[in-house]
């Protein structure tokens, strides 16, 4: 099992900057793959940034290729996504997610919230415009 916990959401006007982290602990050696997701009221859960924890490398929705980015610290087992140049349409509850290490992603895939199985409970971020 892992379990992952989130942290670092709140409240910024547009064009403000937030650093969320996610605390794994447990099994983290069975994953590979490790996203952030968020969820706005009325629509889907959607990724927004996915790591591949091995090798770093790194993957991003277009909505936000350029102001937002994904990084691990290895020593701390902890995720972060740093966010910057927020817009309001980027208000919604943020997850972060881990797919276990048999899952090979490519692709679209990687950002598919039906490939990961371990999940934290969410931290909220509200851009005000």
């Known amino acids: 099992q892992v379990q992952l916990v989130e942290s670092g959401g709140g409240s910024v006007q547009a064009g403000g900057s937030l650093r969320l982290s996610c605390a794994a602990s447990g099994y983290t050696s069975t994953t590979y793959y490790m996203g952030w997701f968020r969820q706005a009221p009325g629509k889907e859960r959607e990724g927004v940034a996915a790591?591949?924890?091995?090798?770093?490398?790194?993957y991003y929705a277009d909505s936000v290729k350029g102001r937002f980015t994904i990084s691990q610290d290895n020593a701390k087992n902890t995720l972060y996504l740093q966010m910057n140049s927020l817009k309001p349409e980027d208000t919604a509850m943020y997850y972060c997610?881990?797919?276990?290490?048999?899952?090979?992603?490519?692709?679209?895939?990687?950002?598919?919230?039906?490939?990961?199985?371990?999940w934290g409970h969410g931290t909220q971020v509200t851009v005000s415009s």
């Open positions: 997610a881990a797919a276990p290490n048999w899952k090979h992603l490519y692709g679209g895939s990687r950002f598919s919230p039906h490939e990961y199985i371990y």
């Open positions: 790591i591949y924890t091995p090798g770093g490398s790194t």
